[in-house]
């Protein structure tokens, strides 16, 4: 829809319009309809057979359900640890920062400490991090400097990040004959997050948390910041694709994750029953969020 318009416009000379702003308006195109979920296995290829780089940009869209675009401007000032008892439960993301379209989401701790690690990495090779450096940067040179050297980044563009998806998925069999329509790209991180983050958090949370127009239904529905978090604290487990097959067998046989106590245990409940423990690594709970679910014991 976008392309036709716009050509008739620069025929007619009418060049002045901000097209990235009109482009997040315009609903997602046909064909990223056709896509699907990736699976864990699928996704745990990829993150065991990569660098830090597209670690913490997969991880990051999977956990999170951000469009492509919003790599853009995405900064380290963007990224806000939330902590209780010196762990880190999740991550604050503000997408598009400083536009009208601004809106933030939540990442896992699992996406936070790739990210955090790349940043690290950046810095140990002289690189100024700071509030403003770019979330994914060009891989620094040290003869052709044209993707910017260590100590000068330069910010990895939207195309850059889907061709180093696209890449990774054709590396490792995951696309194998060259079509117009794949039904895995990089779009499907964002259904990945949805699909799963809607077996444990209110639906329209999950489209909030996706940057998504919720209707007439927003005028009436207005949560919190920390009312999004504590659903969004529910999918963690789910959202995390390091050890979480038993999340996963429990969640297949009606459980459904409560939330996560800082020795590491997961409270799961089942219907009409008393929540149970199970042990799990990585996994971490504020002492603020457990009022939630003390009435359950």
Known sequence: MKKPVKLLLEMNDITDINWKK?????PS?????????PTMDELRLLLTNSDLRFQAILLTIASSGIRIGAWENLNWGHVEPIKCEG??????????????????????????????????????????INKDSPLARYVWQTTKKKNGEATKPKRLQV???????????WKFGLRKEKKK?????????????KTRAEQVMKPINVETLMGHSTGISYSYYRPTEKELLEDYLKAVPLLTVSETE??????????EPMMTLPDGR????AMQAKPTFLKLKNYHSCKAFKASFLSFN
């Open 22 to 26: 009109i482009s997040r308006m315009l």
């Open 29 to 37: 195109s046909r064909r990223y309809a056709l896509d699907r979920a």
């Open 87 to 128: 762990n880190v439960v999740a991550a604050k993301l503000r997408v598009y920062a400083g536009d009208p379209e601004e809106y933030f989401t939540f990442i896992t701790p699992e996406a936070y400490e790739k990210l955090q690690k790349y940043m690290e990495l950046r810095a140990a090779h002289g690189e100024k």
């Open 159 to 169: 195309t850059g990040v889907k061709r180093l998806f696209e890449d990774m998925l």
């Open 181 to 193: 329509r794949h039904e895995f790209s990089i779009h499907s991180l964002r259904k990945f997050f």
């Open 246 to 255: 038993e999340v996963e067998k429990f969640v297949e046989e009606g459980w």
């Open 266 to 269: 997961v409270i799961m409940k």
